[in-house]
């Protein structure tokens, strides 16, 4: 695929068509590494971290186990 580089500010930018922003999972403020390597740029997405609320909604009763007792550490009283 060719694209067109052109001017943005004082930089220059090249627009990432759609289906190729969503075949990588890049979408609008999306973190990318950009390295050169020869004569090839090359952007890469940068994998976020899931929030709490994404990390918890994986849980599962098949998943769960027990309650883990780590026993006494200090001077506790219980």
């Known amino acids: 695929m ?4 052109q001017k943005w500010g004082n930089s220059l ?6 289906h190729i922003a969503e075949e990588t999972g890049i ?6 590494d950009m390295c050169v390597e020869g004569n090839v740029i090359k952007l ?9 609320q994404e990390l918890l909604e994986k849980v599962t009763p098949e998943n769960r186990h027990d309650e883990i ?7 506790e009283r219980l």
Request: proline share 9%.
């Open 27 to 32: 979408h609008q403020g999306s973190e990318v």
């Open 69 to 75: 007792d780590f026993g006494v550490e200090g001077n």
């Open 2 to 5: 060719t694209t067109r580089v």
């Open 44 to 52: 890469v997405p940068k994998k976020r971290k899931p929030t709490l």
């Open 13 to 18: 930018a090249v627009r990432i068509p759609s």
